[in-house]
């Protein structure tokens, strides 16, 4: 059996569970985020 995860649905993940459990903290999670991601597509490391 071969597990397979890529790292930007954890990050999604993460956010969702920080933003439920902390609301206050959107726009900042969401920065996160979204410079996460943008760092992923261009580093190109969505393979992991």
Do not use: D, E
Request: proline share 4%.
């Amino acid at each position: 059996m071969n597990l397979h995860l890529s790292l930007t649905p954890l990050i999604s993940l993460l956010a969702g569970i920080l933003i439920l459990v902390m609301p206050k903290l959107l726009n900042f999670i969401v920065a996160i985020y979204l410079i996460a991601i943008g760092l992923i597509g261009l580093v190109g490391s969505g393979r992991l």
